[in-house]
C-alpha cells in the first residue's frame, strides 16, 4: 500500500515559480489577503488533512464500498467521520464568498485541494466536490431567496449536492431526457422522472443533498432548446431548521469498476418540489456552469492517479531487486541490482513524472485564468483569460484523463504480478483511474467541442489567440540554454498545429465527417504541444534557479532532466497523430455496419 504524501514543493514551485501567483493576485484587488505566508500555511493544513485523515481510508473505503439500503445509502466506515472533520475544518468554504460564510480565497486555491484529496481518495473527495459544482451553479443562477437559504448550509459542508443529468435512455444527447417538470401554483414545479449515474447521490454524510436536476416542461421545443434547470433538494427545509421529506428516492447503486466507495445512485423524484434555476428553456445553459466546473476538476483527477502511480511505482523500483543492470552491477554487494536501473522501468517512470508533473502545470496555469476571469476589474484581461479558458479546459479534461490512466497503467506495470494483486493498491488506482475519460463529457465529446465548437467555429480565433502567448514567450530574449536547445522542436510543432487545423477545416467543408474522425486525435496532439510549452517554460525557471546556485540542486535539475525526456520522447507521439489526423475519414467511416462482425448471429 502507497503512503500518500502531498506533493507540497512541486505545487509551490508550479505557482510561485512558473506562473508568479503572488504577482497575479497582487493585481487583483479581492486577493489582497491570500499573502504567500498564509497559502503556504493552508496548503500545509490541507496537506496534513489529506494524508491523515484521507489516505488510510483509501483502500478500505474501495474493498467496503457503499450499502443500499431501503433508508439511504451508507458509506464506508470512516468516511462520515473524515466528512466531519473537513466540514468543521473549513475546507468547503475556502473560496465561497464571505457572505455565506465563506474565506473567499481565489478560485485556483481549490485546485490545489481538488489534487491533494483526490489522490489521497479519489472517491470520497467527489462527495464535497460535486457541493462545490452544485453551490456555483446555485449562486450563478438562482433567486436571492434560494441562495439566503441553501448556500450558507453547503458552504459550511452541512449539505452537500450533486448533477443530475444522465437518463437510461439519454447520456450525451440530453434532447432526448424525458424528466418531467409541472408548474405548482406557488411558482414552484413538481419534478417527476428517474436520473441515473449519479454520483454522491446519496450518502449518510450530511442530513440533506442539493440535487441539480434538468427536466422538461409540457409545452417545451424539442430537443436541447427544451431544456429546463431545477434546484430539487433531497428534503425540503422548513422555516424552523426542519427537513421535510421531498419525493426523492435512492432506488438502487451500481456495482461498478472504481470508485466504489463513492455512491453512483439512481435518483428517482416523485412529483418533487424543484425550483427555477435561470430561465425557463435555457437549463443548458446554466448547466455548463457546473458542467465546466467538474469539467476542471476531472482533469485534475487525471494528475492524482499519476501521482499516486508515481509514488508507489518509484519506492517499489528502488527496492525491488530483479537481475542486473545491463552495464555491469550497480549493488555488488546484494542478490541483484534495484528494477530502477533497467531502462524499460525508467520509461515507465519517467513517463509518468513528465505526464503528471506537466498535468500539473497545466492545471495551474488553466486555474490561473481562472482568478481572471472572476476577479480582475480590467475587462480586455477577463477576456482573455475566458478564451483561453474555453479552448484548454477540454484538452485539460480529456488530454490530462487519458494520461492520468496511462500512468496508472504503467504503475501496475513497474510493480510487475504484484500491481495486479489488491494490497499494492495500484489496481485500484487504476480501476479508480478509468471514469475519468467517461464522466462529465466523454473524452470523444470533449475532442468534438475542442475542434468544431472552440477551433472551427471560431475561425481559429481561439486557437490564434494561444499560439500568440506561446509565440510572444518564445520571442523574449534568455540566456537559458534548454529554452535555445528545445525552441525548434515546439515552434514546429506549433507550425504544424496550424497546419493540420487548416486541412482538417478544408475538408470538412466538404465532409462533416471529418471533424469527427479527427478530433481525438487532433486534442491528444493540443494537449502534447501545450505540455511542451509549459515544460520549457518550468524548465527555464530551474535552469535560472540553479545558476543562481540554488541549495535545491536536486528538485531544479530532475525539473530539466524531466523536461528533456518530455521532448525526446513524449513529444514525438505528435508525428503519429498528425499522420491520423491528415489520413481523413475515408477508412474510418468507409465499413458498412454489418461488417463490423462477420459470420456470427448478434442477438
Known sequence: M???KAPIRDIHFVRNEVFDYPAIWQSLSACEEATPDLVEAIVEAMATFCEDELAPLNQSGDAEGCTWAQEGVT?????????????????????????????????SMESILNEFAGSANWAWSMYPFLAKGARATILAHASQDLIDQYVPKMVAGQWTGTMCLTEAHCGTDLGMLRTKAEANADGSYAITGSKIFI??????????????????LPDAPPGTKGISLFLVPKRLPGADDSLAENGVSCGSIEHKMGINANATCVINFDGATGFLLGELNRGLNCMFTFMNTARVGTAIQGIAHGELALQGATKYARERLQMRSLSGPKNPDGPADAIIVHPDVRRMLLTIKSLTEGNRLLAHYLSSFLDITKLSEDESERQRAEDLLALLTPIAKGFMTETGFECASHGVQVFGGHGYISEW????????????????????????DLLGRKVLASQGKLLGGFIQEVSTWCG?????TIKAERLPALTAALAQWQTLTQEVGMKALQNPEEVGAASFDYLMYSGYVVLAYLWLRAAEVAETKLAEGSDESDFYTAKLETTRFYFDRILPRIQTLAATISVGADSLMAMDETRFVVGLELD
Do not use: C
Not at 454520483?199 to 422538461?216: F, K, L, P
Open 199 to 216: 454520483s454522491s447521490g446519496d450518502h449518510d454524510m450530511v442530513d440533506n443533498i442539493v440535487h441539480i436536476v434538468i427536466a422538461r
Open 2 to 4: 502507497t503512503n500518500y
Open 425 to 448: 493498491g495500484m489496481e485500484q488506482n487504476m480501476r479508480d483511474a478509468r471514469i475519468a475519460m467517461i464522466y462529465e463529457g466523454t473524452n470523444g465529446i470533449q475532442a468534438l
Open 476 to 480: 523574449v530574449a534568455s540566456e537559458s
Open 75 to 107: 458509506t464506508p466506515v470512516g468516511f462520515k467521520e473524515a466528512y466531519k472533520a473537513y466540514a468543521e475544518s473549513g475546507w468547503a468554504g475556502l473560496t465561497s464568498p464571505e457572505q455565506y460564510g465563506g474565506q473567499a480565497l481565489p478560485p
